[in-house]
């Protein structure tokens, strides 16, 4: 058996609510629907999960979750750290879970009012109960630098001074999100493509990113469904293989503010990610023919094309103007609309997409795709998938 | 006067009040509420279309009204049943009131207040406050009279528990000099706290560092056991593992390492917008902070900076850079 986790667990089931700014009802009830919609589509009976993993911050407790749906008991249950970081981290306890025979069907699950109740873009001004403070924060908070806009601008800005790049080439990321979206019928800007004047025309929130840097803030859940294989090939889809799920934190991290690099113009721990997918599932960049790359903030997915080795340090723009992340180019990403245009769920969506290119059912569907590259939140200690046909 | 064994007495029962609550939390009567914010914001000329205009706001970072933060005590007032309660006591505080005007002690005059504010408060949100009697003075002569200052701290929480913010209110029980005497605005009736900026949470590891901001230092940590210099800092040095350490200070000569200019969203304490820098300070390490007294416009990266230490009007020190002339 290999020492990997290469093949040791397969993804079964996607399920979401619709993603909306007000969902009208508790951010359990979103849990549940999701869940529930990932299991229908799986094929499998609630009884029979036996492990559920979601992120920290996540408000909706397994247990409850699992009281809802009639699932009776839980092996196992973990939960991982580090905001949007955490997306496809949740989906390697699960295939550790399962490739250790700890649980048979895992449920990784997120879902909240992030638009209608808690905001991650108003910032954090101060300590508050249910969110302890952590200390890096009195660093930055007392200058009045507390929302994650004003974390990643920080970086932007040291990005275009070190290799050149311009406002319009973190617009052209959001042009193409959004170019994406608007075919996409779940998404929040169906219909909504914007031109790359839009972008610069749209205000500043913090310079160097406009509006239009900026993903959206949403209600709404999605949950996966993780099993072995074996169980995956007799269900009602063929299995989407997790053919390698790696997490990084590389050296002087911190959470959205790592400054204290030599270099801040690069995301290490996406490279440290992306050398363990690399050498878990035995592939390469051009084994890869789509790619959903976590986008809160435009400016953060240059460097993640250039750690995960789809171009050279400091070509991401040109590797963009040509034309290479939007459909019919060499690597489209975030074919649903990414956080900018379809919802933002912590990065959750985005592992669905990768699901559904798989699959074939993508509705902005990459032709012949083998693998695909989905990451989890930049700025943070962070997480990354291949996930590929069975 | 009271007999030094009377007053000997009052004392022992009024310091006893030290560290109570007034009574168990009170979660107000009303939730955040429209008709509430709309009364409010009429009597404080308050104009704002976050709390006021239900189109607007939604189009606002808020998302949707707010209450203004300075309403945040309005919520869990008690109403007028508390208006007779200093001669039947309601709660430890009316009951610590009335040992002093039982003592002589008769008059009351509010000196002062603080509040901090951790996020904007939505409708339908539910307000407790927990409210604790956190000092009471030695006896002192005011222009009023001799009195006790007495502190009471207001925890206030939302329907989850999470901290909304504080304040605190510190008042006068004195026996006046000349009684009936109204007391004039000259004797530092309460005035609302001006909003100030957010402040660090402080621990072990930090305080010290802000300390000496307030000294009027820019200090870096310095390893004990190898010398190297670490900001921010941390317990345990990450090159040779010691835990030994001093601080050094800082020359404030720097350069511009990168920068931001905050415009959005905009929240009180600060003027926008804000350019937050982080600086390569000369002797080696990079620190977090902002840039004053320099057209945002004309800010760029590799600028020569010099950080001095700001003292805000609430006598947090922190350091702020400013465009260096003397750059050779
Ligand atoms: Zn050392």
């Given amino acids: 058996m290999s020492r990997t986790l290469a093949d040791r667990a397969a993804i079964a089931g996607i399920g979401a609510t619709e993603f909306s700014k007000k969902s009208g009802r508790t951010p359990l009830q979103l849990a549940v629907e999701a869940t529930r919609a990932a299991l229908e589509d799986a094929g499998i009976a609630a009884a029979e999960v036996d492990g559920m993993v979601s992120f920290t911050g996540d408000q909706n407790a397994e247990t409850e979750i699992a009281r809802c749906l009639g699932i009776p008991r839980l092996t196992h249950f973990s939960r991982i750290h580090y905001g949007g970081g955490a997306a496809c981290a949740t989906i390697q306890q699960a295939a550790m879970a399962v490739a250790t025979g700890i649980s048979e069907v895992v449920v990784a699950y997120r879902a909240f009012n992030e638009r209608s109740e808690r905001r991650f873009g108003a910032g954090r001004q101060g300590p508050t109960a249910d969110v302890p403070v952590p200390l890096p924060t009195n660093w930055y908070a007392p200058f009045g630098f507390v929302t994650p806009a004003s974390w990643v601008a920080m970086f932007a800005r040291r990005y275009m001074h070190e290799y050149n790049a311009s406002s319009e080439d973190f617009g052209r990321v959001s042009v193409a999100d959004r170019k994406h979206a608007a075919t996409n019928p779940k998404a929040w800007f169906y219909e909504q493509p914007i031109t790359l004047e839009d972008h610069q025309e749209s205000r500043w929130i913090v310079e160097p990113l406009h509006l239009l840097d900026c993903c959206q803030e949403s209600d709404g859940g999605v949950a996966i469904v993780v099993t072995s294989p074996e169980r995956a090939r007799d269900l009602a889809h063929p299995p989407v293989m997790i053919r390698a799920a790696a997490q990084g934190a590389s050296s002087d991290q911190e959470t959205m503010t790592s400054y204290y690099r030599d270099d801040i113009a690069g995301l290490p721990e996406m490279g440290l990610v992306g050398d363990q997918l690399w050498a878990q599932s035995g592939l390469g960049p051009d084994d890869i023919q789509t790619a959903i790359l976590y986008d809160h903030f435009t400016p953060f997915v240059l460097p993640q094309l250039e750690e995960l080795g789809f171009c050279e340090r400091g070509e991401a723009r040109h590797f963009i103007a040509d034309g290479n992340i939007e459909l019919g180019g060499r690597l489209p990403i975030n074919t649903n609309g990414g956080q900018l245009g379809e919802a933002y769920i912590h990065g959750m969506n985005g592992i669905a997409e990768g699901v559904r290119q798989v699959r074939g059912s993508a509705v902005n569907q990459v032709e012949d795709v083998d693998h695909v590259v989905v990451t989890a939140g930049t700025g943070v200690p962070t997480s990354a998938l291949i996930l590929g046909r069975a | ?328």
């Fill in chain 2, 1 to 328: 006067m009271l007999s030094a064994e009377k007053k000997k007495e009052l004392e022992e029962a009024i310091y006893a009040f030290v560290g109570k609550p007034i009574g168990p939390p009170f979660t107000g009567r009303d939730v955040v509420n429209e008709p509430m914010i709309r009364q409010w914001c009429d009597a404080m000329g308050e104009t704002s279309p976050n709390y006021l205009d239900a189109v607007a706001a939604e189009k606002s970072p808020h998302g949707g009204i707010v209450a203004p933060p300075m309403m945040l005590q309005a919520w869990v007032m008690q109403g007028w049943e508390m208006h007779e309660g200093y001669d039947e006591p309601k709660n430890e505080e009316h009951r610590l009131h009335k040992l002093l005007t039982d003592a002589g002690y008769e008059g009351v005059l509010g000196t002062d207040t603080e509040q901090s504010f951790s996020r904007y408060l939505r409708l339908g949100d539910a307000v407790t406050a927990d409210t604790v009697i956190e000092h009471i003075s030695e006896e002192k002569a005011t222009g009023a009279g001799v009195g006790y200052f007495i502190t009471t701290r207001a925890t206030f929480t939302d329907q989850n528990g999470a901290e909304l913010g504080w304040m605190t209110f510190r008042v006068l029980k004195f026996i006046p000099n000349q009684p009936q005497q109204a007391a004039s605005d000259d004797d530092g009736a309460a005035q609302p706290a001006k909003p100030a900026r957010i402040k660090p949470p402080m621990g072990h590891d930090n305080s010290w560092w802000w300390q000496a901001c307030t000294d009027g230092k820019i200090q870096i940590q310095r390893c004990g056991g190898c010398e190297k210099l670490r900001h921010p800092p941390r317990p345990m040095c990450g090159a040779c593992g010691s835990m030994e350490w001093d601080a050094v200070e800082s020359s404030g000569r720097g350069t511009l390492h990168t920068y931001t200019v905050i415009h959005y969203p905009q929240f009180p304490g600060y003027e926008f917008p804000i350019i937050a820098a982080l600086v390569d300070l000369e002797e080696g390490v990079r620190m977090m902070s902002s840039i004053s007294g320099c057209d945002y416009e004309k800010v760029e990266i590799g600028m020569p900076l010099q950080g001095v230490i700001h003292e805000d009007e609430d006598g947090f020190a922190l350091p702020i850079f400013r465009p260096r002339e003397d750059s050779q």
